[in-house]
């Protein structure tokens, strides 16, 4: 089955540093990639989503480029703020799954905690 | 906008006791999902309905049964409660595109 592998956690960081977290994925049709930022006590929100092989997507000063090639999806900052102290999930979801109706259901990483210190 | 509502945010139940939980989607999505996120872990799919009929089901425990109603919501009911079911509950609605999340409703079985 799909399923979504992340880099060990946590990661802890200064402010203004580079950001990386990795993510790959095991997929058996043609997935669409996600990344959700979740705060502390607060539910998943999109952060950035690409739907095909090279799209790149970006929100907030994050990037990540759907890699078909070596099955990735890293998610990328340049310089990370207080602010983005968070967990962040990878996930994909396989529209075949759906029967075309919609995305269909989301298959999630282990999660990152991200830790930045001003 | 309009987000996705869940209700109770939090829920204490005993062992063995019932719970129902809610979801009202975005206004014009016709697509909700429930997830399960236990402690430290990630969201685990349980169940999802597409114009009020299930379209796929995941890892759900037998004790536990949804609907999608003519209005769109969802209720999620989970019957003789263990202490493992003890988790963040989410639920997500959808118009053919990404997921939006609410904002959880937290279970805890004692």
């Known amino acids: 089955g799909d399923s979504v592998t992340q880099m060990e956690g946590p990661v802890t960081l200064s402010e203004e540093a580079f950001l990386t977290i990795n993510c790959t994925y095991t997929a058996t049709g043609y997935p669409s990639l996600f990344w959700y930022v979740q705060y502390p006590g607060e539910g998943l929100q999109l952060l950035l989503k690409a739907t095909k092989a090279d799209d790149k997507g970006s929100n907030k000063g994050f990037e990540a480029t759907y890699r078909k090639e070596t099955t990735s999806f890293h998610l990328e900052k340049g310089s990370v703020q207080v602010s983005d102290s968070a967990v962040y999930f990878c996930?994909?979801?396989?529209?075949?799954?759906?029967?075309?109706?919609?995305?269909?259901?989301?298959?999630f990483g282990q999660g990152t905690i991200l830790t930045v210190h001003p | 906008a309009a987000g996705v509502i869940q209700s109770p945010r939090h829920l204490i139940k005993e062992k063995r006791e019932t719970a129902t939980l809610k979801c009202y989607p975005i206004p014009r999505h016709d697509t909700v999902y429930w997830y399960q996120q236990g402690p430290g872990q990630d969201p685990q799919f349980l169940i999802s309905f597409y114009e009020k009929m299930q379209s796929d089901k995941g890892s759900i425990p037998d004790r536990f049964s949804a609907q999608q109603f003519s209005d769109y919501h969802s209720e999620l009911n989970m019957s003789s409660l263990e202490l493992g079911d003890s988790a963040l509950y989410f639920c997500?609605?959808?118009?053919?595109?990404?997921?939006?999340f609410g904002p959880g409703t937290r279970l805890t079985v004692t």
């Open positions: 996930a994909l979801s396989d529209p075949s799954d759906a029967g075309g109706t919609s995305y269909g259901k989301l298959t």
């Open positions: 997500a609605s959808s118009f053919r595109y990404e997921q939006y």
